[in-house]
């Protein structure tokens, strides 16, 4: 792939190794929250979802930007334990 690859294509050559442990507690969040909604739009795996009152997430599908953090300071987020979470093959 070149440099001119583009993202979508040199995104599916990123690897994920699940961690059994989440390392993404979105708790603190309630839906429709000003918070919510910024993790929701600044995210650009899809990771937060609305259910009901509640924020659920995906973190399986986490790239570990940092960016939900940066918008919502009071979220549970930490990087995924050793050997696990996203390696990208693509920068
Ligand atoms: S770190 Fe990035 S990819 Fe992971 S949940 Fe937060 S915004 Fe989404």
Redesign the pocket.
């Known amino acids: 792939m070149s440099e001119r690859t583009p993202v979508n294509l040199r995104l599916g050559t990123t690897r994920f190794v699940t961690d059994s442990q989440s390392h993404?507690d979105p708790s603190a969040l309630r839906a429709g929250s000003p918070a919510a909604r910024a993790?929701i739009a600044?995210?650009?795996?899809g990771?937060?979802r609305e259910v009901g009152d509640r924020v659920l997430?995906d973190a399986a599908a986490?790239?570990?930007?940092?960016?939900?953090?940066a918008v919502a300071p009071d979220l549970g987020?930490h990087y995924p334990r050793g050997g696990t979470g996203v390696t990208f093959r693509q920068g």
Do not use: H, K, S, T
């Not at 600044?42 to 795996?45: E, K, L, R």
């Not at 986490?62 to 953090?69: H, P, Q």
């Open positions: 993404i993790v600044v995210c650009p795996a990771v937060y997430a986490c790239l570990e930007c940092g960016a939900c953090l987020w």
